[in-house]
């Protein structure tokens, strides 16, 4: 999911309250930028295979979640699943603000999103990107709060709430696991539209995200 412009004040790890933490999050200076992929690959267009206990704990899952952060950051978003790096597992990574300028900072594997009872259902309308979809912006509404429970990359529970624009990604992100991209929630219009930008758009995008890792390599 690509990333807002105010800066959060508090930081919640893995749901935790921290009292300080970095600019960005350690796991992203062990890790290697990975090629973003783009909507139209075949990865992103459809389900993901679950997290099993043979991957819980491994080498792997951890390398996997630390190269996620590093492409993150160069890709200027504040979320980003598995199948955006071109790897069928459900999970997704995660730094994000929410609407009380929280940053949230974090991983969740196998997430589900609770239904919220109906009185709970607030929606709200807001723009709305991906980096999958590089460049456009539309607005969607989405539920104003969002339950996501799941487990870390060691296998222990978590429940990961959030509001505002963090209930946001909670929701884009878990959608990416199912192979849903936010454009597939749009209208015909909106959504050949928004592919239309991506299409114009994409290669300065793409510069974009090159210089900047060839910086950090720098």
């Known amino acids: 999911m690509a990333t807002p412009t105010e800066a959060p004040r508090a930081v919640r790890v893995q749901g935790q309250l921290l009292e300080s933490y970095p600019r960005r999050a350690p796991e992203a200076d062990r890790g290697r930028v990975l090629r973003v992929t783009v909507a139209g690959e075949e990865i992103l267009h459809r389900p993901l295979k679950p997290v099993t206990e043979e991957h819980y704990g ?8 630390d190269d996620m952060f590093a492409t993150l950051y160069v890709a200027e978003g504040v979320g980003l699943a598995a199948n955006q790096v071109d790897v069928d ?36 309308e807001d723009e709305e990107g991906c980096l ?18 799941g487990f870390d990359m060691h296998g222990n529970p978590l ?42 758009l994409r290669e300065e995008v793409f510069a974009r995200r090159a ?8």
């Open 58 to 65: 491994s080498a792997q899952l951890a390398t996997l979640i």
């Open 89 to 124: 597992l459900r999970v997704f990574i995660y730094d994000c603000p929410d609407d009380q300028g929280v940053r949230h900072v974090g991983h969740l594997c196998n997430p589900v999103i609770d239904d919220l009872p109906p009185d709970e259902r607030v929606l709200d």
């Open 132 to 149: 999958s979809v590089p460049g456009p912006y539309k607005t969607l509404a989405r539920p104003h709060r969002a339950v996501a429970r």
């Open 159 to 200: 429940v990961i709430e959030g509001t505002g624009f963090f209930a946001r990604c909670l929701q884009h992100e878990t959608d990416h696991l199912s192979g849903y991209l936010y454009i597939d929630r749009l209208s015909k219009r909106d959504r050949k539209d928004a592919l239309k930008q991506m299409e114009a």
């Open 211 to 218: 210089a900047k890792a060839e910086a950090l390599r720098g």
